[in-house]
């Protein structure tokens, strides 16, 4: 659930919630997360791109009461909840005459709240196609690398993800 509200024509803020039913592999165990966040976007037309920044700040929750190590005890997380400071740079390119944008996006994670030290451990990198089927229907199919870095076990996922959106 998001809300948002343009403050001026190329800036807009919002506050959202989302529930997460999260796939904890390490434990075979899906976990319920509440995700909190406040941000700030803005953007820019040149020429057929829009680049486009996001600022936010999310807090997420995580259910521990799951989580059994080995020995029988309750495994907890080091941080609970997690604060974090996103940024995100994104370029959208309209493509004259065709209902496809392609859009490239870079994303890293601040911690705002780790005892041992505050850093920068994510970085995402996102290739997108969406396809305009109509003005209130929109598929989209990503291609994400996430890095963890600055980590004791850094690690690369690649992810690929499909959505459709409703425009209102």
Not at 117 to 123: A, E, G, S, T, Y
């Amino acid at each position: 659930m998001e809300i948002q509200r343009k403050i001026v024509k190329q800036v807009d803020v919002g506050a959202a919630y989302e529930f997460q039913y999260f796939n904890d592999t390490k434990y075979s165990d899906f976990q319920p997360r509440h995700r909190k966040y406040i941000f700030i976007n803005g953007k820019s037309q040149l020429g057929r791109a829009t680049i486009q920044c996001k600022e936010r700040i999310q807090v997420t929750k995580k259910d521990v009461s799951d989580r059994i190590k080995d020995n029988g005890k309750i495994d907890t997380y080091a941080i609970n909840p997690e604060w974090y400071w996103r940024n995100r740079i994104k370029i959208v390119y309209k493509i004259r005459k065709l209902p496809v944008s392609p859009s490239f996006s870079f994303e890293s994670f601040y911690q705002l709240n780790n005892l041992e030290k505050n850093v920068f451990d994510k970085l995402r990198y996102n290739l997108s196609l969406d396809y305009h089927v109509t003005k209130h229907h929109l598929f989209g199919l990503d291609a994400i690398i996430d890095q963890k870095i600055n980590t004791k076990k850094s690690e690369t996922r690649f992810i690929t993800s499909w959505s459709y959106i409703y425009i209102l």
